[in-house]
DNA sequence: TATTGTTATACTCTATAACTATA
DNA sequence: TATAGTTATAGAGTATAACAATA
């Protein structure tokens, strides 16, 4: 594992450094590489894995859906969901009452696949997270989760 | 204001939403779309105000330590500078003392760009973060700053 | 030898518009 | 007319390696 000396001077020190902008990309950036790194064994990568553990947690997404919850053009699902498809991890199925659109459903392989790739998500986050307690994991989990949603609903 | 229509299907009540991982790209992507079209009026993106930013809030730091800090590479920095410094925002000024560096420095033009620029970036995050209380926007950036520095002693 | 900044390059991710087939 | 998915394309963001200047 790579050893990083991030010398930010005395950036750290100022008022810029606690914008909630600015902490969410830094924060954001870390989580994608440590995970890219933890995914790349499985020949996944963060957006490949969220679409495969989407269809593993939900019934049935629809690429409308999925696209609307990982903040993902429509356009972007297709190229991710084929990609899965070749691999035989998920597969559409057409909705017989309206024949637009396509359920993702997830394959016994894939399920498989998402088991073992799912853990090492795992442990890449409770490495990231390890200076937090648990109760404070749930505290940021709950409130990111808040203004996440309350986007929704825009 | 484009008015977004999102429907998450079932998916927003599945353990994988409550993935901190999950949580922090959703926000990210959220925030970032937000401060772009807030910043589009000043010809700054993102990274281009995050570095004008940290020149504004910090005395000279150096391309390094602005990589580290925003997480960027090395590279991408020298691309950012180059177009605030092409617009009079910033400039380089070598290091007496080590000459391989460069301290950046805002310009006076910069200043009051920034000034203008960040109360807009204000309004769409306190936009974004409405559904906080104030005391719960202080925890979200605190636990934000907790694992985001932990990083950067790794 | 090592480090800062730079250049070049390729790859990944994101955004937009136009198209098809269904509704 | 409108919507789900698709295709094509361009633009923005990211990662890597190699280089010059300096330490």
Redesign the interface.
């Known amino acids: 594992m790579a050893?990083?000396q991030?010398?930010?001077?005395?950036?750290?020190e100022?008022?810029?450094?606690?914008?909630?902008?600015?902490?969410?990309?830094?924060?954001?950036?870390?989580?994608?590489a440590a995970?890219n790194e933890a995914l790349a064994e499985f020949g996944l990568r963060?957006r490949s894995f969220?679409v495969l553990?989407?269809a593993?947690?939900?019934?049935r997404?629809?690429q409308?859906?999925?696209a609307?919850?990982?903040?993902l053009d429509p356009s972007q699902v297709v190229a991710l969901v084929d990609g899965l498809e070749r691999r035989g991890l998920v597969r559409r199925e057409a909705d017989p009452g309206d024949r637009r659109v396509n359920a993702i459903v997830i394959t016994e392989a894939g399920q498989s696949l998402h088991a073992r790739a799912s853990r090492a998500?795992a442990g890449s986050?409770d490495r990231?997270?390890?200076?937090?307690t648990p109760a404070?994991?749930t505290?940021?989990?709950g409130?990111?989760?808040?203004?996440?949603?309350?986007?929704?609903?825009?």
Not at 143 to 154: C, D, G, P, Y
């Open positions: 050893q990083l991030l010398d930010t001077g005395g950036l750290e100022t008022a810029f450094a606690s914008e909630p902008g600015l902490l969410l990309a830094r924060a954001n950036a870390d989580s994608i995970t963060v969220a553990a989407a593993a947690a939900a019934s997404p629809t409308r859906e999925l609307a919850f990982l903040r998500v986050r990231q997270l390890a200076a937090l404070e994991v505290t940021l989990t409130l990111l989760a808040k203004i996440v949603r309350s986007r929704s609903v825009e």
